[in-house]
């Protein structure tokens, strides 16, 4: 089992950045493909943010956060993080890290096995 723990979220004014963190533990970590961020609104689907894998090292993003967000990982510290900036007020959303041990659409939420408790993220106008 792999346990991702996010870290908290915040309130951040459009324009403002934010930094997201992702640590995951577990016994199967090594075993990890691929971790991912998604975010979730109110009444809608959960949308895939942003992708990293690390062998050989690839990154995807949204064309909604492309140029803005960053997502990056220390293996050392089993960490992934998530760069937002230029934030604006529809990246609004719960923010939810992901991984995952198989191969898979990298922005399909069924590809991905384990999810984080998600972090409220909240851009002001």
Known sequence: QVLLTESEGGLVQAGGSLRLTCAASG?????????????????KEREFVATIKQYPRSTYYADSVKGRFTIS???????????????KPEDTAVYYCAATSKLGAYSSERTYDYWGQGTQVTVSS
């Open 27 to 43: 016994r199967t970590f090594s075993s990890i493909y691929r971790m991912g961020w998604f975010r979730q609104v109110p009444g």
């Open 73 to 87: 990982s220390d293996n050392a510290k089993n960490t992934v993080y998530l760069q937002m900036n230029s934030l």
